[in-house]
């Protein structure tokens, strides 16, 4: 361990999804704030090896990091709140684990030695954190899952024996846990904090500073009794109140002093942080001057976790413009059917429709209706990676007439596969890890409005797809009006298409969404929202 690092572990009680990680993530935009480097490590203790292959609507969105790691979505909230570029080494699962310690026993590292949960596997987990952490004055881990679950103990066991190597002034736990409001009782209840924090005794870790999510800010008096049957200073019990927008969190602890109390503990010397983006952030989601109707038509939007990403940039895109993003989740499953009548009466009120990416043939045809109706009505419309590729299955068979037109994805016998899959694809028989992932670079064709947009030649964005464009059929697509405007590095592959005669239309094979933050919208985000608030 660098002698320099310090270590914050997060874990959460009671229930799952309290906000561990958007904690996590507003904690190290305050630490950045006071001048402190950051970087953070997500602990799944699920035994899939990664996300990449689990249903978005079970697990949510996957979100892929730089060097194409396909990972937990937490690792989406801390690129957006801090500046830390995280990457492989910063979501590991019990799945990764146990896999790396079997792949050492059948290599022979353990000399023929018993291999056990503790010391191997803990040891493991310590090693991970450390290495996926080092260079940075705080290291935030996060545990998933909730103390008590069984497949949690040996990340908590690998915690406990942590800290006890260390300095207490390099190790602190925060554990957040649930404090609810009972209507009928008109009163907060501490009991299941007590009993959350009592589990986390049991196994050896006593927590530094409690963070108490609940429907209302926390009373003295409930403060003070958590403090006295949870062993933890009463001057280091904080509120985590439910707030209209993750994005007023950084500016809530503060004003609660989370980060002061967090750097005295850690004996840290730094500035007092300036919360004046987060403070404009605050004001325009309080106040926006404007307001947009955005469809967002997807296969996945019965749990919008599965888009998490892709609405956090849509938001930001408003932030750029000092406007409040109304969203629509229209299921595309669901527009297969609808009359001409229906279709319009659901898409005519929408300032723009975005269609994002997703797996297999479900609900494609849907997103075709949706992108032809965006196309001849005007409508600003963005395309995402499967977006983008119904979207030139559409132009290619209403403006083209190629009727049979699709990708070999869904029709493999098509006459006129305008999305294929490459040869080098072609063989692969393992589902995990095997796609298009990670940054590519892509070069922008002069005189195009993503030159514009972007105001440069040749920008970096991360993709996870398996299926290109169809370069055989690019000529006659060209010459029926598509622009394809950005292009992968050597023009071999087809990153941009946009149509000329339209107000805003734009289609990414890459994921955008990734690379977007609050303080900082991704610039076809901006221009999007920009366009929709001109539609009105």
């Keep these: 361990m660098s002698h320099s690092t310090k270590y914050i572990f997060v874990t959460g009680g009671v229930i799952s999804s309290l906000g561990k990680g958007i904690s996590a993530a507003a904690i190290g935009a305050l630490l950045e704030l006071r001048g402190l480097s950051v970087n953070f ?39 957006r709140f801090t500046h830390a570029q995280t990457r492989q080494a910063n979501n590991c699962t019990a799945g990764r684990i146990y896999h790396n310690v079997i792949t050492k026993e059948r290599h022979g590292d353990y000399l023929g030695g018993t291999v056990q949960v503790i010391p191997h596997i803990t040891d493991e987990i310590q090693s991970f954190f450390v290495k996926g952490t080092q260079n940075c004055d705080i290291a935030i881990i996060e545990v998933g899952g909730t103390v008590g679950d069984i497949e949690s ?42 009993h959350s924090v009592a589990a986390l005794r049991e196994i050896g ?18 403060r003070k009794k958590l403090a006295l049957f949870c062993n933890v200073r009463e001057d280091c019990i904080f509120g985590a109140k439910d707030m209209p927008s993750i994005y007023m969190m950084p500016t809530y602890f503060h004003e609660q002093g989370l980060d002061e109390r967090i750097t005295e503990l850690l004996k840290i010397w730094s500035r007092e942080p300036d919360t004046t983006q987060w403070e404009h952030i605050c004001d325009i989601i309080k ?26 940039a849509l938001n930001h895109g408003g932030y750029a413009n000092d406007a409040r993003v109304k969203l629509h989740y229209i299921d595309s499953e669901e527009l297969e059917s609808l009359s001409d009548d229906e279709l ?28 032809q109706f965006a196309r001849e009505h005007k409508i600003p419309l963005f395309g995402i990676c499967l977006g983008m590729q119904m979207a030139l299955v559409e132009y290619a068979r209403h ?42 670079l892509c070069k922008l064709s002069d005189n195009t409005h993503v030159r514009e947009i972007y105001g440069k030649r040749e920008i970096s964005e991360r993709h996870r797809h398996r299926y290109e464009v169809n370069n055989d ?8 009006g598509i622009t394809f405007s950005g292009t992968s590095a050597d023009g071999s592959l087809v990153e941009i298409f946009e149509l000329n005669d339209h107000p805003w ?17 991704h610039p076809l985000f901006a221009s999007f929202i920009a366009a929709a608030i001109h539609q009105k």
């Design 205 to 222: 870790i006593q927590p530094d500073i409690l963070l108490c999510r609940g429907e209302r800010d926390l009373p003295n008096d409930i």
């Design 287 to 312: 106040n926006p001057k404007n307001e947009v109707d955005i469809a967002l038509v997807g296969k996945y939007v019965k749990l919008k976790e599965s888009y998490k990403s892709l609405i956090e």
């Design 505 to 521: 239309f734009i289609c990414t094979q890459f994921h955008p969404e990734y690379q977007s933050k609050p303080t900082a919208a």
């Design 473 to 480: 059929l690019r000529p006659a697509l060209e010459a029926a």
């Design 344 to 371: 319009a009466d659901t898409l005519k009120p929408m300032n723009g429709i975005l269609v994002p990416g997703g797996f297999g043939v479900r609900g494609t045809e849907g997103k075709i209706r949706a992108i």
């Design 41 to 79: 490590v997500k602990l799944d203790p699920y035994i899939n090896v990664d996300p990449g292959t689990m249903n978005p609507l079970q697990h949510g969105e996957v979100y892929v990091t730089e060097d194409g790691a396909e990972t937990d979505m937490d690792l989406g909230h801390y690129e």
């Design 153 to 194: 103990l040996p990340f908590l066991e690998a915690i406990r024996q942590f800290k006890a190597k260390h300095s207490r002034d390099d190790v602190i736990n925060i554990h957040v846990t649930l404090v609810p409001y009972i209507k009928t009782a008109d009163e907060m209840k501490t009991k299941p904090s007590q």
């Design 399 to 440: 403006v083209c007439g190629w009727n049979d037109a699709n990708s070999s994805e869904f029709v493999p016998d098509s006459l006129h596969p305008v999305i294929h899959l490459l040869d080098a694809q072609k063989n692969i028989e393992n589902k995990g890890g095997t796609m298009r992932l990670g940054a590519y």
